[in-house]
């Protein structure tokens, strides 16, 4: 049931009668709204502590083992956990400990960097379609459409198996490539809606230059859905790159990556289940954290469900 | 709602042009298919010059794939370099990836919605904060860990499955694939539905319908289901072709020979033309889902009216 409360001007806060007083406050940006919410949002600090863990363990894998991945004793092979090896080896004998934790660094590059790429090229199209309508809007939607019609696995499985990248480059490449679509379409839709609002208009009659509507009253409205997309994103594109890393086609060894190991120890689950449940557990617990925090930032900034 | 049909098939005829020349080009112009079919070894110039001449592959690119593309309206996707005509390994692949899709998106849409419908008319409460957590390690575990994961305790430890399954594809072996190929997208429907369920349960006409006295069944099942399931069925759409296209990771845990294995053979032989083929179709099917899925908005919704 909706409950009438006193609101402040620009919040959308509408729920807990004991938030009342500070929200009787003084008013609030958007972001600042969003960004009390999230500090109060245990799963917020839940998920900025992992992905701050993975970031750290990304840049020095080195402060959390001393082995290396690559040494490799095949006189070991597939053994159980040992002193100073507490997740025991793989096929090639080479530390999973040691392999579990290098292999952070490809999944968190390949996912932050794609989406980046993918954010920036979305928000561009979506934003020039969304903003002149008319021709730029049929053009440029159907090229986003043309990309969007190849399902982001098969057109990754495909492409990259013709272009035998292997290499994080091509992969981020690839998947922002045909990632961006998604964010277009979200930015698109943003652009139109905010540019339907009085301050856009009255900016406009008062003669604001293009760019300048675009970036000081366009864009920090049209973010918002943007910054969800991208953020939720960001956890799909970990697991696609370990999805495509697994089929042989995304990334390839010398780099250590938990979609290479999981592919091999698969075959042998067998006879050694510790190779795949570590990376395995390694990966989803990285792509748990990234969705987590995409839904703590949407339920942040999209105060529709409260 | 005539013009608004005719106005989408052409707006689609752009889109279906330009995906399937994207795909062509990347397969026939990036990659070199006669190298691909001597494998390790060089061919010999004169043999390699008399296949290139066969498959028109010295021709200008558009105009190879204008060739294709009227191939493709006549039923001829061409020639695998094995010999078998692509169109006789579809005829082999696709009923069992249809039937696998079958499978996987009636396990998505039963437990998908019957999980939203539940957390989203129980929003705060046990059951609802048990099927978020459920759908967040649902979303989080790739498909392919499952995959391996569930073959090696169902289908291995427990034995209470096939751990893969056989060459006549029977609809109860598939179920163990199905609900690996529907996890990520169940989960994904269960949020949706539960978040749009929760946001119209509060709703003037959902008040009314109560107020005015009638059933719950009634007033759940016509009038907060059929506004509700709308952006359900939007996401239901555009997911029949990535549950194909996904099929190509369960098809390969549980050794299922449909469009998935054909696609990976293709890929793993560079034989382009199974590749192109298979992808152009799988492209098609996205295309057509996705327009039914407009249209049926028309149906399901009718403040929406097209002109």
């Known amino acids: 049931m909706p409950e009438i409360t006193e609101r402040a001007p620009a919040t959308t806060d509408g729920t807990a009668p004991a938030a009342a007083p500070e929200a009787a406050a003084a008013p609030r940006s958007l972001w600042g709204d969003a960004w009390r919410d999230l500090r109060r949002n245990p799963i917020f600090y839940l998920s900025a502590v992992l992905i701050l863990f993975l970031v750290v363990l990304s840049i020095w894998p080195s402060l959390l083992t001393g082995t290396s991945p690559y040494a490799c004793d095949l006189g070991r092979s597939q053994q159980g956990p040992g002193p100073g090896h507490p997740f025991g080896f793989t096929t090639q004998g080479c530390d999973v400990y040691a392999r579990t934790v290098y292999g952070a660094r490809a999944s968190v590059v390949v996912g932050i960097c794609t989406t980046l790429l993918a954010a920036v090229l979305g928000c561009v199209f979506g934003g020039l379609a969304g903003f002149f309508g008319g021709w730029w809007d049929a053009v440029l939607s159907r090229i986003g459409d043309i990309f969007f019609g190849i399902p982001v696995l098969l057109g990754g499985i495909v492409f990259l198996s013709v272009i035998k990248g292997g290499s994080i480059f091509t992969v981020v490449l690839l998947m922002a490539v045909l990632g961006w679509p998604q964010i277009a379409r979200i930015a698109r839709s943003a652009v139109i809606s905010a540019q339907q609002q009085d301050y856009v208009q009255a900016a406009r009659a008062l003669g604001a230059s293009t760019p300048r509507m675009l970036l000081r009253h366009i864009a920090p409205n049209a973010l918002a859905p943007v910054i969800v997309v991208a953020t939720i994103a960001l956890g799909t594109y970990i697991s696609l790159e370990a999805t495509l890393s697994f089929l042989g086609v995304g990334l390839k060894p010398p780099t250590v990556s938990w979609g290479i190991d999981i592919s091999s120890a698969a075959t042998q689950i067998r006879n050694a289940p510790h190779m795949l449940l570590w990376p395995a557990g390694a990966l989803s617990i990285t792509v748990l954290a990234f969705i987590m925090l995409g839904d703590a930032v949407r339920d942040a900034l999209d105060p529709k469900l409260r | ?307």
């Open chain 2, 1 to 307: 709602m005539g013009r608004y049909v005719i106005r989408r098939l052409l707006q689609m005829v752009p889109v279906f042009i330009g995906t399937t020349f994207l795909i062509f080009v990347m397969v026939y112009a990036l990659g070199d298919p006669v190298a691909a079919m001597f494998g390790d070894r060089t061919p010999d110039p004169a043999t390699a010059a008399q296949i290139r001449e066969s498959l028109h592959l010295d021709d200008p690119l558009w105009s190879q794939y204008l060739q294709y593309m009227a191939g493709i309206f006549r039923g001829d996707f061409g020639t695998a370099f094995n010999g078998t005509p692509v169109a006789e390994l579809m005829g082999s692949a696709f009923p069992n990836t249809i039937k696998l899709t079958l499978v996987a998106f009636a396990i998505e849409v039963v437990v998908g919605v019957g999980l939203g419908i539940v957390a989203g008319m129980r929003r705060g409460r046990l059951a609802d904060t048990g099927v978020l957590v459920f759908t967040l390690l649902v979303i989080s575990i790739p498909t392919f860990v499952t995959g391996y994961l569930l073959q090696y305790f169902i289908g291995v430890k427990l034995a209470w499955a096939a751990p893969a399954v056989s060459s006549d594809v029977a609809f109860g072996e598939l179920l163990l694939p199905g609900i690996v190929l529907a996890g990520v997208s169940l989960a994904y429907v269960a949020r949706l539905t539960r978040t749009s369920i929760a946001e119209n349960i509060r709703s003037d006409y959902v008040r009314t319908a109560t107020a005015k006295g009638l059933p719950r069944r009634r007033v759940v099942g016509v009038h907060l289901l059929r506004n509700s399931l709308i952006p359900v069925i939007t996401f239901l759409g555009t997911d029949i072709g990535a549950l194909m296209g996904g099929a190509i990771v369960t098809e390969r845990i549980f050794n299922i020979q449909g469009v998935g294995y054909q696609l990976y053979q293709g890929i793993l032989r560079q034989n382009a033309p199974t590749v192109v083929g298979f992808v152009t179709i799988l492209v098609v099917v996205f295309l057509a889902a996705n327009l039914i899925v407009d249209l049926l908005y028309a149906v399901l919704d009718p403040r929406i009216r097209y002109a």
